[in-house]
């Protein structure tokens, strides 16, 4: 996966449970993040695809976020770590 979103789309990070709305051309967050689904989609049909292709996934909690810029990427990286 690149370090940059080639374009907007919608990116899940399974370990954090987290799906992004990613603007092309912003910084992916560190870690593992998959392509999952075109931004023409509504995140709720996002939601229902992800359960139905990863059963595993029903009945979680998934996170939606936007980035669209890298300040709001390094801001939710920030967010993970915690209180500093």
Known sequence: MP???EKTAYYMNRQLAV???V???VRLPKGPWLWVADSSLAAWQVEKMLGD???VLKGTYLTFITLTSDV???EFERS?????
């Open 23 to 25: 603007s092309r051309g």
């Open 3 to 5: 370090d940059v979103a």
């Open 80 to 84: 993970l770590q915690g209180p500093t």
């Open 19 to 21: 799906v992004a709305l």
């Open 72 to 74: 709001e990427a390094k």
């Open 53 to 55: 292709v990863f059963p």
